[in-house]
Structure formats: structure tokens, C-alpha cells
């Protein structure tokens, strides 16, 4: 059977869940349409989701239109719990947008489609809601090619649109006779409708990316058919130059017969095949009733059963390509709703997998191609502490937060052992709540929180050259002479390692250790942030043979490095965040003050109707104080968005962070640690 993977994406309130109800209900999935705020939907089935009436973890579920098996991922709509739909991304065949028809396009509408666009995803935008009062129409359609994509066609328009009795009708191609209908646009008005002019605006949309079809269009546009519309509506939707947009109503069922067909006929389809070794994508990692590790695939080429051989690959902590041996040991596929079956998995299915020891999020398997080193969404910029409340339960804390890591590996779990303290990053305060929420129920541990504190970065501002040498009088030394030299790398570049020796001076696991141990050694710098833009070159070397081990090189370059740093210097720099803040128009000139006053920077106000919508940027440490102040700035209607834009020098007394390593800054300590006498 053939297949298509899509994703629901919204902002918070927009009826994505609601959405995926109504297509599992109209497929014959589901006799009973849940509830998001009953608690009994098919994808919100974590407690936490239930309670709080939000999405936290993608799910998946299956429904089937026609000969198509349409495997659906939903996922988040929280700002908070981004990194989960970024996963998502990456397995998708389309996406459809939700839009509410009353709310309109938010300012997470806007981040996502900025994304997807990025991206060049097949999108189908959704406009739902359009049996509530206030629900739009026409000034919708502007808002949405002026806020997010110019390109779109609209799919199908609305009769008695803010009531009740709200229906989405499909627009037809063009009157005359085209025979019956058999796809999203060649669906026909209802008896006594009168046609609109769907021909000529859709071939207006067309012909901008569609140079074979304006030709004939301008040819002899009587000779086009229904089916040719339809083609080529579909492949500039499959190659995301435009945007099909439908209306309706998750709730009553209203455009979600057209909006199916859409899904099924716009959207790239996976023939399946048994063509090709088996290559696939780890997007999800959860735990087995026994703990066990259980891989969510999507499978791109191949066939995947149990008892399969197959290749894991992942890039390690320094960018390397990293090949493990693995072996299946249970196969399911999505079938029906969220039910799965024991069966091999074919191109394009999403699987269940047990048996991948040590399997990871993002990692692909039986090919390291799609192994990706970018992010679409930008890493947390705060951390917080996490401590038990329980004594001598750290152990137990980290090992949890370990666990929890698999599923979300950018939380990013750092240990003090001598604090006797765990941290961790975060988005916001909501995935810190769902984070202690999820140890107590699952792992039966009571934990409190610090406050949140931004993440910052350091980089070095000059150039800094150490060495230090194999030396025979010392009764504490290391078999290695080693060379350092730091100085300020591109923007954006990370950390680049290179070599001023021959390769040749040393044994190649020599030069590797060296190279590892400065990569490590700089996630703390001089005030204990990660060190980024710097370029490190190795300048001298040198070993006794056969005295000489990688270990000696792996703990002399700590000492070699750092005494580089500080004669380089570096600055620290703090995260900020670009905003999109939309308020009453009588409380704008308020809520300006206010975000001055947190240090903002207003760059753009525009006025939007009975609205003012204001971006800029804003340090990430005052981000959650105008989040607060903001409620009562806006009678609790203002909506904040920010996402990460980039680093700004500190400001005022530089911040630091404790130290979790080994200490190549204090000498005496360092030695102490390195010889084992601490």
C-alpha cells in the first residue's frame, strides 16, 4: 500500500489536536470523537498532556483515504517543546498548518512557516474554526499571504462563515462539463451553487513557477483539462512553490473530506518497495514496560523486520562519523489509529523497533546519508539546576535525567559531583514543570529546581601561544611535550582544530588525543561557559618511546590549553532572543515602556486592526520578567514569542559558571586529579 508521513503543526489553541480527532473519526479509525479538555484523545495519552491540555511528545497514528496509508506525526504546539517538532521535520512528507479562522496567523504561525519554507516542505494550510463567531474570510486570505507566503490558492471557500451552520464548499476548476470529480480541485460546487472564477485565479498561482503550463494556458487555455490543473497544482505543492489553502471545522466536521483528498493527492506519496538496503531515521526514543529502549523509524528505502542486521550511524561529540553494529529484535508498523502490528516495514512506514541497544535520537540507519549537523530550531539558552529532596538520591536523579535525555537529548544533563548537583538545559518554565512532573510519576523522585539562568558562550578576543614539555626532574610529569596556540575563529565557526607539525611526528592515536582533549577541555572556559569561534592550532609535539601513551596527551593538554586562554583572554557573551509581541493597541505605548525597561530594543511597530504588533530583540535574561509584567500590561490579551537570535557582549559584572570538570585553571588541583589523589 502506498503511504504518506505528514505532521499537524499550530500554535497553542489553533484545534491541532482537535484536527487529528476529525480525520481519525471521518477515516473510520475511531467511533468516538475525544477530547482534548475529557483528556481522551488518541495522541495526548501522557498524564501531563491530559492535565494541562497541551501536547508534549510527538505521536503517532495511522487512518487510510482510499489506497493511501497516511501516517500522522502531532506534535507540540508550546514554544516550549520546539526541539520535539524539529524532530518531527525530519521524517515528513507535508505538513499541514493549522490557522485559527478567528485568531488568525500568530507569531509562532510565523516561526513555524518561516521554517517550513526554509526547509522547502510540501505545506497545506488549514484554516479551522470557521463556525466561530468572529471567524474571516477574505481579510484571513490577506493576512496569511502577507504574514506568511504570498503563493497561495485557496482551496475551498465558506458559506455562512461565523455560525454554526458554517460549510466549506470546494471550489470547482472551471464550469462546463469535466466530468466527476476525483480530486481536491476537481471537486465540484453543490446543486444550485454558483461557480466561482477558480480557473483563472488558480492559474494565476500557477503560472508563476509553472512555465510549460502558462504557455498553454496562454495558447489555448479551453484545451486545459481539470486533471491538468490538478497536476501541476500538485507538483508545485510536492516542490513547495505554492500553498494550497482549505477551510473548516475540526469540531463539526466541516472542509475535513476535502482536506483528506488534499493530504492524499498534493502531498509526495511512498509507493513502498522492497528496492534498496534498508535506510532509515531514529526520530523518537521511548521506554518499554521493562525499560527498554524503543526506536520510532521512519524508513526511507529497504525492508526492516525482526532479527534484522542493520548499521547505526551518528556523528560523536567532535563532528567524527561513527558506525555501530545493531540487531532488531521486534518490528511493528502503525496500522490503525494509534494500534500497531508485528510486520516488516517497508519504504515510507513509520516502525516501532526493539533491540537497537544504545540507539539514539537522530540516528540513521543502514547509511550515515541525512546525517545533518544543523538544527532548524535554535539549542535552549537556560539551565537550572535539579536536586533531589530525598538524601542520596543524586544517583538515582542522574541516571533519570539520562533516561529522560534519550528522549530529548537537547536538556543536555551535566553533573557536580562535588556540588552533588544535576543540571540541565531548558526552553521555559513549562518543560521545567512537565520535567519534575515526569520523576515523580515515573521514577518516584521529588525534586526542586533553582532558578532559571541563560546560557552564555565565551570567545577569545586576542592570541595566546603555551608549550610545555616532557620534563625529567619533575617528580609529577607527563610523557608528552605538547603546543598550543589560540586565537579568535570566524563567526560562527565553532572550533576549528588544525596543525602546524607533520602529521607524521606523532602516532596517529597521539594526534587524536590531543585534538579530543581540546575539543573537550572547552566547554569551560576562564568563567566556566563553552568557548566558541576560536581557532586552535597544535605548534609543537613530541614523545619518548615506547613510554609515551595517548593518555599522557589527553591530560597535558588541559594545563597546555588553558594557560593559552589566559594569555588570549576571552569575553563572554549572553544569549538574545529576536520577539514578537502582539497587544491591544491601547496598551502598546505601556507595554513599550515596559520592554525598555527590560532592556528590549523595538525595532518595528505596525498597527493590525484593533492590534500593535512590535519586533525587536530582547537579552534572554529578562525575557521571563516582561513575560511576567505582561498580562497585566495587556488585560492579560498580549502574546510574547521570542526565539533565539544570536550573542551580545555581557553586560555588566561578567557572568560565570561553577566549574564541572577537572579544573585546568588551578595547577596544584589539576595534578592532584589527574594522578588520582583527589
Same mark, same amino acid.
Given at each position: 500500500?502506498?503511504?504518506?508521513?505528514?505532521?499537524?503543526?499550530?500554535?497553542?489553541?489553533?484545534?491541532?489536536?482537535?484536527?487529528?480527532?476529525?480525520?481519525?473519526?471521518?477515516?473510520?479509525?475511531?467511533?468516538?470523537?475525544?477530547?482534548?479538555?475529557?483528556?481522551?484523545?488518541?495522541?495526548?495519552?501522557?498524564?501531563?498532556?491530559?492535565?494541562?491540555?497541551?501536547?508534549?511528545?510527538?505521536?503517532?497514528?495511522?487512518?487510510?483515504?482510499?489506497?493511501?496509508?497516511?501516517?500522522?506525526?502531532?506534535?507540540?504546539?508550546?514554544?516550549?517543546?520546539?526541539?520535539?517538532?524539529?524532530?518531527?521535520?525530519?521524517?515528513?512528507?507535508?505538513?499541514?498548518?493549522?490557522?485559527?479562522?478567528?485568531?488568525?496567523?500568530?507569531?509562532?504561525?510565523?516561526?513555524?512557516?518561516?521554517?517550513?519554507?526554509?526547509?522547502?516542505?510540501?505545506?497545506?494550510?488549514?484554516?479551522?474554526?470557521?463556525?466561530?463567531?468572529?471567524?474571516?474570510?477574505?481579510?484571513?486570505?490577506?493576512?496569511?499571504?502577507?504574514?506568511?507566503?504570498?503563493?497561495?490558492?485557496?482551496?475551498?471557500?465558506?458559506?455562512?462563515?461565523?455560525?454554526?451552520?458554517?460549510?466549506?464548499?470546494?471550489?470547482?476548476?472551471?464550469?462546463?462539463?469535466?466530468?466527476?470529480?476525483?480530486?481536491?480541485?476537481?471537486?465540484?460546487?453543490?446543486?444550485?451553487?454558483?461557480?466561482?472564477?477558480?480557473?483563472?485565479?488558480?492559474?494565476?498561482?500557477?503560472?508563476?513557477?509553472?512555465?510549460?503550463?502558462l504557455a498553454r494556458y496562454l495558447d489555448d487555455e479551453t484545451a486545459l483539462t481539470a486533471e491538468d490543473y490538478t497536476t501541476e497544482l500538485a507538483r508545485q505543492t510536492r516542490l513547495a512553490q505554492l500553498y494550497p489553502v482549505f477551510f473548516g471545522s475540526a469540531v463539526a466536521g466541516a472542509g475535513i473530506t476535502e482536506l483528506m483528498n488534499g493530504i492524499t493527492s498534493l502531498f509526495p506519496v511512498n509507493h513502498g518497495g522492497a528496492e534498496g538496503s534498508p535506510r532509515g531515521t531514529v526520530f523518537k526514543i521511548e521506554r518499554g514496560w521493562a525499560g527498554e529502549k524503543v526506536a520510532y523509524v521512519r524508513l526511507h528505502s529497504g525492508v526492516l523486520g525482526p532479527r534484522s542486521k542493520v548499521s547505526i550511524h551518528?556523528?560523536?561529540?567532535?563532528?567524527?562519523?561513527?558506525?555501530?553494529?545493531?540487531?532488531?529484535?521486534?518490528?511493528?508498523?502503525?496500522?490503525?489509529?494509534?494500534?500497531?502490528?508485528?510486520?516488516?516495514?517497508?519504504?515510507?512506514?513509520?516502525?516501532?523497533?526493539?533491540?537497537?541497544?544504545?540507539?539514539?535520537?537522530?540516528?540513521?540507519?543502514?547509511?550515515?546519508?541525512?546525517?545533518?549537523?544543523?538544527?532548524?530550531?535554535?539549542?535552549?539558552?537556560?539551565?537550572?539546576?535539579?536536586?533531589?529532596?530525598?538524601?542520596?538520591?543524586?544517583?538515582?536523579?542522574?541516571?533519570?535525567?539520562?533516561?529522560?535525555?534519550?528522549?530529548?537529548?537537547?536538556?543536555?544533563?551535566? %553533573?557536580?559531583? =562535588? $556540588?552533588?548537583?544535576? +543540571?540541565?538545559?531548558?526552553? /521555559?518554565?513549562?518543560?521545567? &514543570? !512537565?520535567?519534575?512532573?515526569?520523576?515523580?510519576?515515573?521514577?518516584?523522585?521529588?525534586?526542586?529546581?533553582?532558578?532559571?539562568?541563560?546560557?552564555?558562550?565565551?570567545?577569545?578576543?586576542?592570541?595566546?601561544?603555551?608549550?610545555?614539555?616532557?620534563?625529567?626532574?619533575?617528580?609529577?610529569?607527563?610523557?608528552?611535550?605538547?603546543?598550543?596556540?589560540?586565537?579568535?575563529?570566524?563567526?560562527?565557526?565553532?572550533?576549528?582544530?588544525?596543525?602546524?607539525?607533520?602529521?607524521?611526528?606523532?602516532?596517529?592515536?597521539?594526534? %587524536?588525543?590531543? =585534538? $579530543?582533549?581540546?575539543? +573537550?577541555?572547552?566547554?569551560? /572556559?576562564?568563567?566556566?561557559? &563553552? !568557548?566558541?569561534?576560536?581557532?586552535?592550532?597544535?605548534?609543537?609535539?613530541?614523545?619518548?618511546?615506547?613510554?609515551?601513551?595517548?593518555?599522557?596527551?589527553?591530560?597535558?593538554?588541559?594545563?597546555?590549553?588553558?594557560?593559552?586562554?589566559?594569555?588570549?583572554?576571552?569575553?563572554?557573551?549572553?544569549?538574545?532572543?529576536?520577539?514578537?509581541?502582539?497587544?491591544?493597541?491601547?496598551?502598546?505605548?505601556?507595554?513599550?515602556?515596559?520592554?525598555?525597561?527590560?532592556?528590549?530594543?523595538?525595532?518595528?511597530?505596525?498597527?493590525?486592526?484593533?492590534?500593535?504588533?512590535?519586533?525587536?530583540?530582547?537579552?534572554?535574561?529578562?525575557?521571563?520578567?516582561? &513575560?511576567?509584567?505582561?498580562?497585566?500590561?495587556?488585560?492579560?490579551?498580549?502574546?510574547?514569542?521570542?526565539?533565539?537570535?544570536?550573542?551580545?557582549?555581557?553586560?555588566?559584572?561578567?557572568?560565570?559558571?561553577?566549574?564541572?570538570?577537572?579544573?585546568?585553571?588551578?595547577?596544584?588541583?589539576?595534578?592532584?586529579?589527574?594522578?588520582?589523589?583527589?
Open positions: 500500500m502506498s503511504s504518506v508521513n505528514i505532521g499537524i503543526l499550530a500554535h497553542v489553541d489553533a484545534g491541532k489536536t482537535s484536527l487529528t480527532e476529525r480525520l481519525l473519526y471521518s477515516a473510520g479509525v475511531i467511533d468516538r470523537i475525544g477530547s482534548v479538555d475529557r483528556g481522551d484523545t488518541q495522541t495526548d495519552s501522557h498524564e501531563m498532556e491530559r492535565q494541562r491540555g497541551i501536547t508534549i511528545r510527538s505521536a503517532v497514528v495511522s487512518f487510510t483515504v482510499g489506497d493511501v496509508k497516511v501516517n500522522l506525526i502531532d506534535t507540540p504546539g508550546h514554544p516550549d517543546f520546539i526541539s520535539e517538532v524539529e524532530r518531527a521535520l525530519g521524517v515528513l512528507d507535508g505538513v499541514v498548518l493549522v490557522v485559527s479562522a478567528v485568531e488568525g496567523v500568530q507569531a509562532q504561525t510565523r516561526l513555524l512557516m518561516r521554517t517550513l519554507v526554509k526547509m522547502g516542505m510540501p505545506v497545506i494550510l488549514f484554516v479551522n474554526k470557521i463556525d466561530r463567531m468572529g471567524a474571516r474570510y477574505d481579510d484571513l486570505l490577506e493576512e496569511i499571504r502577507t504574514e506568511l507566503t504570498p503563493t497561495i490558492v485557496p482551496m475551498t471557500r465558506v458559506d455562512r462563515i461565523g455560525t454554526p451552520q458554517a460549510r466549506a464548499v470546494a471550489r470547482r476548476i472551471a464550469a462546463g462539463d469535466l466530468g466527476p470529480s476525483t480530486g481536491p480541485g476537481e471537486l465540484r460546487d453543490e446543486p444550485g451553487e454558483l461557480p466561482d472564477d477558480f480557473a483563472t485565479d488558480l492559474a494565476d498561482a500557477l503560472a508563476d513557477h509553472g512555465d510549460a503550463f551518528r556523528r560523536d561529540q567532535h563532528g567524527a562519523l561513527v558506525e555501530l553494529p545493531g540487531r532488531t529484535t521486534v518490528v511493528e508498523v502503525f496500522d490503525q489509529g494509534s494500534a500497531v502490528i508485528e510486520a516488516e516495514a517497508g519504504a515510507g512506514d513509520i516502525a516501532k523497533v526493539w533491540g537497537l541497544k544504545g540507539i539514539r535520537i537522530g540516528d540513521q540507519l543502514g547509511s550515515a546519508e541525512g546525517l545533518g549537523d544543523r538544527h532548524l530550531f535554535a539549542p535552549p539558552s537556560l539551565e537550572t539546576v535539579v536536586r533531589a529532596t530525598r538524601s542520596g538520591a543524586m544517583p538515582e536523579l542522574y541516571e533519570a535525567l539520562l533516561q529522560l535525555a534519550d528522549q530529548d537529548p537537547f536538556i543536555n544533563v551535566r %553533573k557536580n559531583d =562535588e $556540588e552533588q548537583e544535576v +543540571s540541565v538545559s531548558l526552553y /521555559g518554565e513549562v518543560q521545567k &514543570e !512537565v520535567i519534575k512532573a515526569t520523576l515523580a510519576d515515573d521514577y518516584k523522585l521529588d525534586v526542586v529546581f533553582e532558578g532559571s539562568r541563560i546560557i552564555c558562550v565565551e570567545r577569545p578576543v586576542g592570541v595566546g601561544e603555551w608549550v610545555e614539555e616532557i620534563d625529567y626532574r619533575s617528580k609529577t610529569f607527563f610523557w608528552a611535550t605538547v603546543g598550543l596556540r589560540v586565537e579568535p575563529g570566524a563567526l560562527g565557526s565553532g572550533v576549528v582544530f588544525q596543525r602546524s607539525v607533520e602529521l607524521g611526528s606523532l602516532p596517529h592515536a597521539f594526534h %587524536k588525543a590531543v =585534538e $579530543e582533549a581540546v575539543r +573537550s577541555t572547552l566547554h569551560q /572556559g576562564l568563567h566556566g561557559w &563553552e !568557548v566558541l569561534d576560536i581557532l586552535v592550532t597544535l605548534t609543537h609535539t613530541g614523545f619518548a618511546s615506547p613510554v609515551s601513551a595517548a593518555g599522557d596527551f589527553r591530560k597535558l593538554t588541559p594545563l597546555v590549553l588553558m594557560n593559552a586562554l589566559k594569555q588570549a583572554g576571552t569575553q563572554v557573551f549572553e544569549p538574545v532572543n529576536r520577539f514578537e509581541l502582539e497587544v491591544p493597541a491601547e496598551n502598546a505605548s505601556t507595554a513599550l515602556l515596559n520592554l525598555v525597561e527590560c532592556t528590549g530594543t523595538p525595532e518595528t511597530t505596525k498597527a493590525q486592526g484593533t492590534t500593535c504588533l512590535v519586533e525587536g530583540t530582547i537579552p534572554a535574561r529578562t525575557v521571563q520578567e516582561f &513575560e511576567q509584567r505582561l498580562p497585566g500590561l495587556s488585560q492579560g490579551e498580549g502574546v510574547l514569542l521570542t526565539r533565539f537570535h544570536g550573542f551580545q557582549p555581557a553586560v555588566g559584572a561578567t557572568p560565570s559558571r561553577r566549574r564541572t570538570d577537572t579544573n585546568p585553571l588551578d595547577r596544584k588541583e589539576y595534578m592532584l586529579r589527574a594522578f588520582g589523589r583527589i
